[in-house]
């Protein structure tokens, strides 16, 4: 029963470094999302696929990108990571972006430091 | 635009009461959805209770339940007969829903509320 599973869990990068995140579902969801999360401001969307083939921004998406590889996988890329960017990660799927009752599913995030 | 407001940083309860927790939220959307989500120490995002815009009753699922006044915009979470290990963060957050029933799924969070169960 893996669900959304994130790698790496932990990640220390120096300021200027690039690397990827990776988020894959296997409960066949549609649509996945990335979010941050910072103590006191809760979680913010950062970049959200409604679908496989489309991606779009979402709340604070500056310095990120992404890509929605197929169905299960949607990586997340800092391409020169800021200490701003110190945060926890998570990525979520759901079955469906239309009406619906069913809550996302999340994985259990990465923590990211950028020194 | 949506917003989330938790306004309690934190609380606190005794074991085996009740507590509630303080949500409401602000929306132009026709319909919308209301979750709430626990958050232990370790870190993982877990799903509780959801309650849609238009459900005629309140939502419970368990220990939780929703109570909902859609007129005063809240959706505060109970929770009945408090246990240690309900001591988290926990989260309300909304999707809303355009005319045409579109919302990308996408969630709105509040900040958080920090819950700590004494024995």
């Known amino acids: 029963n893996a669900g959304v599973t994130q790698t790496p869990k932990f990640q220390v990068l120096k300021t200027g470094q690039s690397m990827t995140l990776q988020c894959a579902q296997d409960m066949n969801h549609n649509s996945m999302y990335w979010y941050r999360q910072d103590p006191g401001m809760g979680l913010r969307l950062i970049y959200y696929s409604a679908s496989e083939g489309t991606t779009d921004k979402g709340e604070v998406p500056n310095g990120y990108n992404v890509s929605r590889l197929n169905k299960r996988e949607f990586s997340l890329r800092l391409e020169s990571a800021a200490p701003s960017q110190t945060s926890v990660y998570f990525c979520?799927?759901?079955?469906?972006?239309?009406?619906?009752?069913?809550?996302?599913?999340f994985g259990d995030g990465t923590r990211l430091s950028i020194l | 635009a949506q917003k989330i407001t938790q306004t309690q940083p934190g609380m606190f309860v005794q074991e085996k009461e009740a507590v509630t927790l303080d949500c409401t939220y602000d929306t132009s959307d026709p319909s919308y959805g209301l979750f709430w989500y626990k958050q232990p120490s370790s870190g993982e995002m877990i799903f509780l209770i959801y309650?849609?815009?238009?459900?005629?009753q309140n939502a419970t699922e368990g220990r939780y339940s929703l109570n909902f006044q859609k007129a005063r915009k809240s959706a505060n979470l109970v929770i009945s007969a408090s246990q240690l290990g309900d001591s988290a963060m926990y989260f309300c957050?909304?999707?809303?829903?355009?005319?045409?029933?579109?919302?990308?799924?996408?969630?709105?969070f509040g900040q958080g509320t920090i819950l700590t169960v004494h024995p």
């Open positions: 979520a799927s759901t079955p469906t972006s239309a009406y619906s009752n069913q809550p996302q599913h």
């Open positions: 957050a909304m999707r809303g829903y355009n005319a045409g029933g579109t919302s990308y799924g996408k969630l709105t």
């Open positions: 309650q849609g815009s238009y459900d005629q």
